[in-house]
């Protein structure tokens, strides 16, 4: 499994960055508004767009072809149902405070996000080989859109 850092690109925003190796690989935009999110991988272009009660469900798009979705069944759970190329997986928090995250795939756990820092939005991935690069952005773009929505409950932005 390999590590990724994901940091944000500023102090006020949900934009965040993912280099590999020390070279930019992507960077995972989060808009203020509905937060939408779109990043780049190869040359492709991928859209995140949010909707159900409170935007907590997510589908990961490629042009118009659906790749995953995450369906949150409890708006009281940092729970994800996601779905992707036929298999069942569930995302959820391990901590009370919502800032590590693990993959379930069978029941088994196959991989996890984690939040560091005092703001908890540098972020951590740990995810096997097999875990197309486009589904580890969409598991943190699922973190921190969870992190922003609490936030904004909190008062903090």
Known sequence: MA???????GWGS?????????????????S???????????????????????????????????????????????RYLITSAGHRMTLESRSWSGRKYVLLLGGKEVGWVRREGMTGRKVLLDFPEEVPMALRVFLLYLVLAQAK?????????
């Open 3 to 9: 590590i990724l850092e994901a940091e944000p690109t």
């Open 14 to 30: 949900w934009t965040a960055r993912i280099p590999t190796d020390g070279a930019p690989l992507t960077a995972l935009g989060i």
């Open 32 to 78: 203020l508004w509905r937060s939408r999110g779109s990043f780049e991988l190869d040359g492709q272009a991928f859209s995140i767009d949010p909707s159900g009660f409170f935007l907590q469900n997510a589908a990961l798009k490629r042009g118009g072809t659906t790749i995953a979705r995450a369906e949150k069944p409890s708006i009281l759970q940092r």
């Open 149 to 157: 929505r609490e936030s904004a409950a909190a008062g903090g932005g």
